[in-house]
């Protein structure tokens, strides 16, 4: 009976003990009640996989000019730039002549020049969005035909307000030969080959006659969504794109 008298005093002090615990901890600036729940793991934010567009082309293709200029451009017009990883490998249909290893292009020793002139504005601006202006610029100029080769992407380099020498001490300097070599050993290697250009591939996946439509191609080809504002009007294109690399890619199985 004696020993049931102490039970309430006790209880009492155990209470006080833990207040005045919980105290010093509000004290010391520490949030008792999120230290007890249970902390939720978080893993690392997911990587969104951005769907890789190449383009091989020559410079004084006149396709080639063409689509640059007026299709390719619609990867900045229309925002896709933040669901792509864009690359341009100017080389196209050169060839490397034995037995001195010279490079000789389809177009002649202008578009070998201009070819390494892209390869050398790549280089010096590994930044696609700062390299294509250049490149979307001189291809222009190479439409309109109002300068020469070397005067074109000067004048383009002065009116976006970019620095040449850059681009002027990778070509003087011979690392443009080591660049072209570079891009013909990658487009040598294709798989499948390719048979003329423009050749446009998207996500390992050559577009063949279709690559006008290579934006269809790459909305298909991005997985998350919502779809980014430029795809969203092209649903039925997206279908047919589809429909027709299913086909290109039967007629070559049979072929």
Known sequence: MDSLKFIPLLVLLSFLSVYASRSSFEDQG??????????????????????????????LCPYCKEFIVKELIKVFDRDLINIVNLRLVPYGNAHIQEPDKAIVCQHGPDECYLNSIHACAINSWPDVKQHFKLIHCVENQTIEGKQSKEEGWKSCCQKLGMNQKPVQDCYDSGLERKLILQYANETNHLVPHHTYVPWVVVNNQPLYDDYQNFVSYVCKAYKVSPKPEGCRSLLPKINSAQLEMQTQTDKRLQG
Request: glycine share 4%.
């Open 30 to 59: 520490i949030n008792v009640q999120s230290t007890l729940e249970p902390r939720k793991l978080e893993g690392p934010p997911t990587k969104v996989e951005k769907v890789e567009l190449v383009l091989y082309y020559e410079t």
